[in-house]
């Protein structure tokens, strides 16, 4: 039984492998986060890194971690820009909107309150999709929001998850980060992958290094 359970087969083996790789790449994605500029790129490479995890592609967490790194920091790096960007443009608009409008024109918020929910949901796909799919920057866009639609109740999921997720760092801050920073990012970018993954499948996406590094050797 012991010598079965060390094989590098076997499922505990495997096990213990995705565990050390979740704790080591949540550690490389908080570093590479640092510079703030390289948030993109960071959570681009941690999606590359989950979602092969869960294919079972048992990945070379610092090799392939900042091979998509380097590959996708300028696509990467513009939509956290442009995400960021917007993202600001519309809560300044209802910050306006809540401030300087009389209350009967409150409703108005509706709009910007729209499309801060579109920016958000668009985001939780653009980032995968860069890091599994070869496409234009257009395409990363319009192919993000119209996933996003198109899967609204994991969309739904999803922020209502990071809503959470952000309660619990506001109100029990020094425990939540404690956790985050010990896997709890690569954690929930896993669970995240399991659906991702289903979705990117049905798009014809191949989720294995092997191809890449067959490409490569060609």
């Not at 869960?54 to 590959?71: I, Q, T």
């Amino acid at each position: 039984m012991p010598s079965s359970f060390f094989n590098p087969k076997s499922a505990g083996t495997r096990f213990l492998t995705s565990i050390a790789n979740l704790i080591i790449v949540n550690l490389i994605f908080l570093l590479s986060c640092i510079p703030v500029f390289t948030i993109g790129a960071a959570v681009t490479s941690l999606y590359r890194i989950t979602i092969a995890i869960l294919a079972g592609d048992n990945p070379s967490v610092f090799k392939d971690y900042f091979k998509c790194f380097k590959d996708n920091f300028l696509k990467a790096t513009g939509l956290e820009l442009l995400y960021t960007a917007l993202a600001a443009f519309f809560v300044v608009e209802v910050y306006m909107i809540r401030t300087m409008l009389d209350s009967q024109f409150q409703w108005t918020a509706f709009f910007p309150y729209f499309f801060l929910i579109m920016i958000v949901a668009s985001s939780f796909y653009a980032f995968p999709l860069l890091a599994w799919f070869h496409e234009t920057f257009k395409q990363l866009l319009k192919n993000s929001i119209l996933i996003a639609v198109t899967n609204l109740p994991v969309t739904i999921m999803y922020i209502a998850i990071s809503a959470g997720l952000a309660f619990l760092v506001y109100q029990f801050t020094v425990t939540t980060m404690s956790i985050m920073v010990f896997m709890g990012f690569s954690v929930l970018a896993l669970f995240y992958s399991v659906f991702l993954k289903r979705i990117f499948e049905k798009f014809g996406a191949v989720i294995s290094f092997k191809e890449t590094e067959d490409t490569d050797k060609m």
